[in-house]
Structures are given as C-alpha cells and as structure tokens.
C-alpha cells in the first residue's frame, strides 16, 4: 500500500477529484493548508504600499491505495492539477505500513 | 422650540452613535485575525463608558457655564438642569437633552478614534483607565475651548463646524503621543501583517460616511438650508476624496478597496470642520486634496517607523488638520453668517490666522496631555500586554473569546 500526498491548487479540486473517479478512485480526506514553494508567497496592496503574503491557501488530498494504482492515481492527479503556472504544487508518494478499518476492525489491503 | 430641528437633531444623534461601531469594524478589519474582537471591543467599550461619563460630568465639563473660557463648571453634573426645554445658550430651537446626547456622541468616537493606533499591543485595563483620563482631561477642556460658551478659541474667533479640531486634529495628536510612549507591535516592519477582513472594513467605513450626514449636517444643529449645505459638502468631500485615493492606487498597482474605504474617510474627515462654513462645491476640493496629502503622510509615516497601527494620525491627524486651514480659505458668510470670510472670499489672511492658532493650540495640549497621562499609566499599572499575550493575541489573552470558529 501507498499514501499519496498532493498539494494542489484549490480550484483544481474538481478536476482531480473526476479524473480519480474514472480509475474508480474514490476516497480521499481534503484539508486545507497553506504552504508556499520556490516562488516564497505573492505580494498584496496595504492601504499605500504592499505587504508580503508568504503562505497561500493550497489543499491538501491524501489518498491511500493499492501499490499497482499508485502510477495510474499519481498521473491523473499531475494531469488534472496542472495549470503550468508557478504554484501548481506538488505530490508525494510514501509507503504505508499497516491500514485499519475503524467500523469492522479489519486489517490489511481490503482496507483500501 | 421647533419640531424639525428636534427631530432633525436626534436623528442626526442615532446617525452619529452608528458611527462608533463603524469605526470599530473599519478597524477590526485591518488587523490580523487573532485581534479582531479585542479591536471591536475597544471601540465599543467607549459607547459603554465613555456614554455613561458624559451624563455624569463630562458635558458638564465640556458645555457648562464658563471657567475662565477653559472649562465648563458642574452645574449640568449628572444632568442637572439639562432637560426637554431647550438650553438658552446652545441649539436654541431643540431640547437640551437632544443637544447634550448628540455631543455625547461626539465624545465617544472620538475616545473610539484614538484606539487604531494602540490595536494588538495595548493591555485593555489601561486603555479603559486611559480613555477616562482623557476624556476628563483632554477631551473636556478641547471641546469646551472650541465650542463652549465664552471657549477661548471660539471668542478668538477658531471655526470648527463639526469637530475638525475637536475630534479629529485631538484624536489624531493624542494617537500619536499615546504610540510613542507605547511602543510598535512585536514583528512591526518584519512580519506580514494582513488583514482580518477587507470586506469588514468596507462595512464601517460606509457606516462612518452614513453616520457623518448626522455628525456634519446634524451640527446645523437645525433642519433647514445651513443642514442641506453641509451634507452636499459632506458627501461631496467623501466622493472625492474616495475617487482620488482609487485612483492613486491604481496609478501605483491596483485600485483596492482598502484604499478607497480610507480615501473616504480621509476626505469626510476633513470637510468635518468647514462642512457648515464653505460653498458646498469646496467639499470636492478638499476631498480630493486632503486624499493626496493623507495618501503622501501614510508613506512618510512608513518611513519614520512609527507604528500608528491604523493611521489615526495620518487619516485624522492630518486630515484634520488639512480641513481646519481649508477653512480658513473656503469659508463665505453667505453659507454661514455665524462664520467669516476666508482667503478666497475676501477675508485676507486673518481667518486662516486663527485656524492655525487653533491648529497649534489643541495639537500641542493633545499631544503633550496625552504623552503625559501615557506616561503615568505605564508607569504605574503599565500600558502594555505580556509578550506572550501579544503573540498569542488579544482576542484570546484580554477577552477569551475569538473572532471565527474552531476546528469545526
């Protein structure tokens, strides 16, 4: 099994969220966070004057899957996210060591 | 006693008293998250206290019969004497109370004005003993001086319509004297300090321009002509003012909302004084040449470091201060034969003369009155929060309460 984490742009929500359902991908948890990347934040106006915003709203998806899903989950997202400008963010693949399901107790791959 | 200038002038009063809160979301808007509610708060504590001292003593103080053209006696102390037949000596045609609350109100927001300077560094104890010190102190006299029976500066002949002195040029110095024996915020000029909600502070400024039809047309302290001049002069200064802050802000990015809420205010803010007293066209004038010279003073202001958090000084301060010497060059006795003629009109210099000297007189007072009680009260129980109640915000270490949900 594999944890992907992805930091996307907020309003590619939609489209990653559709093209992981066409893989039959359905679960995920989304949070909010914010983060910033090469570009170090945006700057905003102050009354006179701007000020520097270092950390920008990005949303966070975690999805967990089989080890054969992992390249196919990883593409679509790539895919759906990007925009080609500067913030698209980025996606993390880790393995994951053991997985539960709360409601029947049961363990394993069945899990996902 | 006339039924129109009755009804005009409490209306005008609940015009006025919504400004208060509009000051407090203008500013709750423009600081961080975390000191939202303790920005609100401190504003709105002054209707609170502020309103009850004003019926105990502080009109008394303010419009009470002459002591040496420096203060009012108590004879009006807890109202006494103050009742629904009209005063004899101020706003003949309405009843003394209708002319003693719409002061009140007055009073208020101008100990309300003062707070954007102090926001997300000052204890709440202190600024509350503070605004009771200063209202007796300061506030009192100033307010007595210009617009007292037998004041000094009235005798001498100052003009100040609607409060440009006594507001605005008073709340403006006091700021700055209180900032400087405070101090600037932790992270001032290092971290970025943004906005808790633009949209909010759009909010109160359009309460404040709303309400300043009651705080400048209502000092008319009638419903007819001087009333109508002195709104279209009100409204006319604002637009202005407005437009021309957008305008200088695109010219340097983008225009921005943050900007054209403070131009309004600006240009409101500097019309106060001569509302009542100048051919209401002047309004624009003012409007669009105090939003340039606010504008300039907030940059200057950046660059000597000093943290008037909300620019009280920059927008009230010197706005106030823009709008006093307008005076003294826009004022016609055709609008107001209560006034005089200045330098446009045929009155030379001598008007602009005794603007100034009120200018002076109640900047230097404010200024050095305020640093003084700054001083004691830091002094003794401290004017400042603990490092760590600042870090973690007002809202949470001063009140416990915070502006927008938890987890859920």
Same mark, same amino acid.
């Given at each position: 099994m594999k944890k992907i984490e992805a930091v996307i742009r907020e309003e590619r929500l939609d489209a990653v969220k559709k093209a992981l359902e066409t893989h039959g991908v359905h679960g995920m948890t989304v949070t909010e966070v914010s983060g910033r990347g090469q570009q170090k934040g945006i700057s905003l106006q102050w009354r006179v004057g701007e000020y520097r915003v270092d950390f920008l709203p990005k949303l966070k998806l975690e999805i967990v899957c089989h080890d054969d899903d992992c390249d196919v989950v990883v593409e679509s997202i790539m895919k759906a996210a990007k925009?080609?400008?500067?913030?698209d963010g980025k996606v993390f693949v880790m393995p994951v060591e053991a997985a539960y399901r709360i409601r029947t107790g049961e363990t394993g791959e069945s899990v996902v | 006693m006339n039924a129109g200038d009755t009804g005009w002038i409490l209306v005008s009063t609940a015009l006025v008293m919504l400004m208060t809160p509009g000051v407090a979301l203008f500013y709750g808007g423009m600081v961080r998250k975390k000191s939202v509610i303790s920005t609100l708060m401190m504003n709105f504590a002054m209707l609170g206290v502020v309103g009850l001292l004003w019926v105990f003593y502080a009109y008394s103080l303010s419009f009470g019969p002459d002591i040496g053209g420096l203060i009012g006696d108590?004879? $009006?102390?807890?109202?006494?004497?103050? &009742?629904? @037949? =009209?005063?004899?000596? $101020?706003?003949? &045609?309405? *009843?003394h109370l209708a002319f003693m609350m719409f002061q009140g109100m007055f009073a208020i927001i101008t100990v309300a004005l003062i707070t954007g300077a102090v926001v #997300? +560094?000052?204890k709440f104890g202190a600024l509350m003993i503070f605004a009771v010190a200063w209202l007796t102190l300061i506030y009192t006299p100033v307010a007595h001086w210009v617009w007292?029976? @037998?004041?000094w500066l009235l005798k001498f002949g100052a003009l100040d319509f609607a409060g440009g002195i006594v507001v605005h040029i008073n709340a403006g110095l006091s700021a700055l004297a209180l900032v400087l024996v405070l101090g600037? +915020? +932790?992270?001032?000029?290092? #971290? *970025?300090? #943004? =906005?808790?909600s633009i949209p909010m502070v759009m909010i109160g400024a359009a309460l404040l321009w709303f309400g300043w039809f009651g705080f400048n047309a209502g !000092?008319?302290? !009638?419903?007819g002509s001087l009333a109508s001049s002195a709104f279209v002069a009100t409204n006319s200064a604002g637009a202005a003012a407005a437009t021309t802050w957008m305008l200088l802000a695109w010219n340097q990015r983008r225009p921005t909302l943050l900007g054209i809420a403070t131009g309004a205010v600006a240009g409101l803010a500097a019309v106060t004084p001569g509302a009542g007293f100048i =051919? =209401?066209?002047y309004g624009v004038v003012i409007g669009a040449v105090v939003a340039v010279v606010c504008y300039y003073a907030m940059i200057a202001k950046m660059k000597l470091g000093i943290d008037d958090s909300l620019d009280v000084m920059a927008v009230h301060g010197v706005g106030g201060i823009l709008g006093v010497l307008a005076v003294g060059i826009f004022a016609s006795t055709t609008i107001n034969a209560a006034g005089a003629n200045g330098l446009l009109f045929g009155g030379g210099f001598t008007l602009l003369g005794k603007q100034l000297v009120g200018t002076l007189a109640v900047g230097a007072f404010a200024f050095g009155g305020t640093w003084v009680i700054a001083k004691v009260i830091d002094a003794t129980i401290g004017l400042r929060v603990k490092e760590m109640e600042e870090v973690v915000g007002l809202d949470l270490s001063q009140h416990? #309460? +915070?502006?927008y949900g938890g987890i859920r």
């Open positions: 925009t080609g400008r500067i913030g | 108590l004879k $009006y102390a807890f109202l006494n004497s103050v &009742t629904g @037949d =009209p005063s004899g000596t $101020y706003a003949t &045609t309405v *009843p #997300e +560094r000052i007292g029976a @037998d004041g600037a +915020r +932790r992270g001032f000029k290092h #971290e *970025p300090m #943004e =906005p808790s !000092s008319a302290l !009638s419903s =051919p =209401p066209i416990g #309460e +915070r502006a």
